[in-house]
């Protein structure tokens, strides 16, 4: 039981780590429409850093030699996946949903994000089984990798379309799947454990979309050279962030 209570309490804190966004609201709007780009080219360097610094190591790592072909594989599939599903999305817009100004990767960056929060549950589950002070270091990773990522993504949902205080809610909605990802975790991991195999590189495969396809094409129509200049550094620097963090 003490092992569940940790697993709850560290997926409980990791989840409220998403409500990190609500400090834009002490910004007035003339000054969040500012930052956003900048948050965006933060989160497209946070994406690709943590694709192929952390999802992808770790998932080769799991598998060995013999079965890295498998992991990109799976990177190619979560690519793929993506691209279907935001065409899906792009069209739903026009001929369903009544906010067609909000841009289809607000939904891949939730989407994406609960999986992410999910696989996050369950490694801090493992990890807690192994030891309470690996359960620990882990939540503490995660947590160092979640802050800065969480800001990222709130100001994506924003620029996206989506009201702050929305994008608040449902980005909180997103990262409670970490305490599901953990309580499944502590229950089943002997069963779906094999799985993290594949849903890592699946996930990357996602973060890559994401930032390839949507984030970097809108930081690249800043036409101004010192904005221009600016948001490259702060993509550099959300891809070095992720590295520090491995």
Known sequence: MVVLLSILVSTIIISAV????VLTLLFKEKTINKILLVLVAFSAGALTGGAFL??????????GNNGIAAVFIWTIVGFCVFFILEKF?????????EHP?????SYLILFSDTLHNF??????????????????????????HEIPQEL???GVLVYGGLKKKKALILNFISAVFAV????????LFEKIGALVIYLL?????????????DLIPEIKQETDIKKSLTTFFVFLLGIIFMFVLK
């Open 18 to 21: 998403s409500f990190v966004g």
């Open 54 to 63: 952390h999802l992808l190591p770790e998932a080769i790592d799991e598998v």
């Open 89 to 97: 999305i792009h069209w739903h817009h026009h001929h369903a949903l």
């Open 101 to 105: 100004e909000i841009k289809p990767f």
């Open 119 to 144: 696989i996050d549950g369950l490694v801090i589950a493992a990890s807690f089984l192994v030891a309470f002070p690996v359960g620990l270091a882990t939540v503490f990773a995660v947590a160092m």
């Open 152 to 154: 990222g993504d709130f």
């Open 180 to 187: 599901l990802g953990g309580i499944i975790g502590f229950f």
């Open 201 to 213: 590189p699946f996930t990357a495969g996602n973060f890559i979309y994401i930032a390839s396809s």
